[in-house]
């Protein structure tokens, strides 16, 4: 199967539902969500008809850089008892079928430093349908709310958590087989490279650097050096 032509990940593309109906034709391994369920899942979690204040979400890898919502403020921010972690496989955004790659997703245990954002009430549920059409394709996520830690005090926000019994999510790979997953896998939305750099360029420059990213980034430029690739 080839490789569709590669798409700029925003709000258009997004709300116009090409992506969602491009991942719908060429998934074969799991089912993508109807509209219904989406928003079934969004009200679900706002139980009293709609958000009762402003909305935080937690961005921990491509909603850092790449947020697609309009939103009043950011903050760094921890979430505690997950952490980031490559673990969920993709055979189109940042893969393909023949050349899967992986994105990342919070996973038990530990901690996760990221960025909360604070939506109005007002535009709360048109902006968080954005972000469900773009995380909620299946249901390998699972949203849920948490509590973070900030320097300004506590925040409690959606994020979108690992789920376990997902086909494909893949646990705990060794850093090698990540790397060079994510070194050769390349999707309509760009390669799987491209994301493991960009999160960590990004989390660097708000000062709050992850370490593990780091040493993985640092891994993939060693494997496309030795393979004579200036592409880093």
């Known amino acids: 199967m080839s490789i569709p032509t590669k798409i700029d ?13 491009l991942i ?6 799991y089912r993508v969500l109807t509209d219904e369920e989406l928003h079934a899942s969004l009200t679900s979690m706002f139980p009293e008809d709609g958000p009762q204040g402003d909305a935080w979400l937690f961005g921990y890898g491509s909603l850092i850089w790449n947020p697609t919502i309009h939103f009043a403020e950011s903050r760094c921010a921890t979430a505690h008892g997950y952490h980031r972690r490559f673990c969920l496989q993709t055979h189109l955004g940042r893969g393909s079928p023949e050349t ?12 996760c430093r990221g960025v909360a954002f604070r939506i109005p009430r007002e535009t709360a549920l048109e902006e968080l349908e ?19 830690s900030s320097e300004e005090g506590p925040i409690r926000a959606i994020g979108f958590v690992m789920n376990r019994d997902h086909e494909r999510y ?3 790979l060794p850093e090698e087989e990540m790397a060079r997953t994510i070194e050769r896998a390349h999707g309509f939305l760009g390669p799987c490279a ?17 370490r593990g ?15 004579g690739d200036p592409s880093d």
Do not use: K
């Open 130 to 148: 954005i972000v469900w059409r773009r995380e909620m394709v299946s249901d390998a996520y699972i949203p849920r709310w948490l509590t973070l």
């Open 170 to 172: 893949v646990g705990q």
């Open 100 to 111: 899967p790659g992986l994105t990342l997703g919070l996973d038990r245990g530990g901690c």
């Open 194 to 210: 491209e994301y493991l750099f960009n999160t960590v360029e990004h989390l660097d420059e708000l000062g709050i650097p992850d």
């Open 24 to 29: 719908r034709a060429h998934a074969t391994s």
């Open 9 to 21: 990940l925003n709000r258009d593309t997004i709300r116009s539902g090409h992506i969602r109906s």
């Open 213 to 227: 990213l780091t040493r993985l980034r640092d891994r993939v430029s060693e494997i496309r050096s030795a393979a």
